[in-house]
């Protein structure tokens, strides 16, 4: 099975604009999370998808939103991009019957 | 207080030698706990996971739990340089399967 992928990969943006990570999960799992990790704050967690709804919410502002699709691709969207919203932002999908997250490699996000 | 708490490092270990890695967490009703090993610019992987109290093995490494002092450790044996690394303890804490993940721990191993 192919893991789970995430697009772009790195992405340079400035103060004020918004922007959209995507995340396609491995095939047949339909739970999807979002974390951020910055070197200060280590990973934390942004929201989770399952079936298209949002099941957990982290402690984010509401600049970050997400949504998932019925084939289980999972987007999350920063708008108004502050500085400090640069960081690794990594999705992770797990199975229905299994606990375990895999996670993708990763988009890599700079605002300048 | 922090719900997953580890000691952020780094820890040297010479090679050959046994890295013991600690993790303690808040909720007493946790049932889930994992370790992810996440090299520098990489995504975390995990080594393994572990829901019953006692050992669990795998490999060089050796998962304990004990729901009684809330605490989870990795052991990893015959340590070498390519386990040089950031271990993350994660642990779920509620129904709905969210995940806490501890800041994480730097393990050096020197040669």
């Known amino acids: 099975k192919a893991g789970v992928t995430q697009t772009p990969r790195y992405l340079i943006k400035t103060r004020g604009q918004q922007v959209t990570l995507s995340c396609s999960p491995i095939?047949?799992?339909?739970?999807v999370s979002w974390y951020q990790q910055t070197p200060g704050q280590g990973l934390q967690f942004l929201f989770e998808?399952?079936?298209?709804?949002?099941?957990n919410k982290g402690n984010f502002p509401g600049r970050f939103s997400g949504r998932q699709f019925s084939n289980s691709r999972s987007e999350m969207n920063v708008s108004t991009l502050e500085l400090g919203d640069s960081a690794l932002y990594l999705c992770?999908?797990?199975?229905?019957?299994?606990?375990?997250?895999?996670f993708g490699p990763g988009t890599r996000l700079l605002v300048l | 207080q922090k719900e997953v708490e580890q000691n952020s490092g780094p820890l040297s270990v010479p090679e050959g030698a046994i890295a013991s890695l600690n993790c303690t967490y808040s909720?007493?009703?946790?049932?889930?706990f994992f370790w992810y090993r996440q090299y520098s610019g990489k995504s975390p992987e995990l080594i393994m996971f572990?829901?019953?109290?006692g050992d669990k093995e795998d490999g060089r490494f050796t998962a304990q739990l004990n729901k009684a002092s809330q605490y989870v450790s990795l052991l990893i044996r015959d340590s070498q340089p390519s386990d040089s690394a950031t271990y993350l303890c994660?642990?779920?804490?509620?129904?709905?399967?969210?995940?806490?993940f501890g800041a994480g721990t730097q393990v050096v191993v020197t040669p």
């Open positions: 992770a999908s797990s199975s229905d019957s299994q606990e375990t997250q895999y």
């Open positions: 095939s047949g799992h339909r739970s």
């Open positions: 998808y399952f079936s298209e709804t949002q099941r």
């Open positions: 909720d007493r009703g946790s049932q889930s």
């Open positions: 572990i829901y019953s109290n």
């Open positions: 994660a642990v779920i804490t509620d129904s709905w399967g969210k995940f806490q």
